[in-house]
């Protein structure tokens, strides 16, 4: 597949909508798993968002791992695809989490279960670990990316005349 859009690679693309899917769905399975009016409010949307950003992180690895052979090799681009390849096991964990509490807490609502408060804070602390991985490997995997794309591409001092 050829992995170009408009003369751009589309992992230059990909990347800023998982930069904003992961986190976002980051944010609303804690808000899900520790606020019970937005858990009712977010609902289905929630899982589906981390459907997304589970879908969207092989789609910008596979880019990615086209372009990683049409540029230069440089420590920068190293780490940074070796970091990449550690964002999908967080996100997985985040989608599991998503659906595992969306499921138990349509089936805790019903009249007559008896309440469980431990597995709320289980669902809570697993939440937030996943949450928490995801969105700091996203940032560490932003970090050395956008490093790989700009050391060295940009003088601090403003051109003359502009």
């Known amino acids: 597949?050829?992995?170009v859009v408009a003369g751009l690679p589309w992992h230059s693309l990909l990347?800023?909508?998982?930069?904003?899917?992961?986190p976002a769905a980051a944010?609303?399975?804690v808000l899900a798993a520790v606020w019970p009016a937005a858990r009712r409010r977010l609902g289905v949307f929630t899982p589906i968002l981390a459907?997304?950003?589970?879908v969207a992180v092989p789609?910008?690895?596979q880019a990615g791992?086209?372009?990683v052979v049409r540029v230069e090799q440089t420590p920068l681009v190293e780490a940074h695809e070796a970091i990449g390849t550690s964002l999908l096991p967080w996100v997985i964990a985040l989608f599991v989490i998503a659906v595992l509490?969306?499921?138990?807490?349509?089936?805790?609502?019903?009249?007559g279960r008896p309440r469980r408060p431990a597995i709320a804070i289980a669902i809570m602390l697993v939440a937030v670990v996943a949450a928490v991985g995801s969105v700091a490997t996203v940032v560490r995997?932003?970090?050395?990316?956008?490093?790989?794309?700009?050391t060295g591409e940009f003088d601090s001092e403003p051109v003359p005349g502009r």
Do not use: E, N
């Open 1 to 3: 597949m050829d992995w």
């Open 101 to 111: 509490q969306w499921v138990w807490y349509r089936r805790d609502r019903k009249p």
């Open 51 to 54: 459907l997304v950003a589970l």
């Open 59 to 61: 789609f910008t690895s």
């Open 141 to 150: 995997i932003g970090d050395t990316g956008a490093a790989a794309v700009w």
């Open 65 to 67: 791992q086209w372009l």
């Open 27 to 29: 944010a609303c399975v």
């Open 15 to 22: 990347v800023h909508f998982t930069v904003v899917v992961v």
